[in-house]
């Protein structure tokens, strides 16, 4: 894919922070095609070492 020049360097503001929930990180993991437990169950994600979903 051929890169733009014009964006080269092009900077954006800062976005204001936002909650994302459980549900959330399933919905995007799965709208991906990541179905990898850690995404899904806060159990599996545990048994990989994690406190919570992986988002």
Known sequence: MALNP???GKTYPAT???DVGRET???FAT???DM???YHNVDAAREFGHRD???
Do not use: F, Q, T
């Open 31 to 33: 709208a991906i095609g």
């Open 25 to 27: 990180i399933r919905e």
């Open 16 to 18: 204001p922070e936002y």
């Open 6 to 8: 014009a964006y080269v």
């Open 53 to 55: 979903l992986v988002a």
């Open 36 to 38: 990898n437990p850690a």
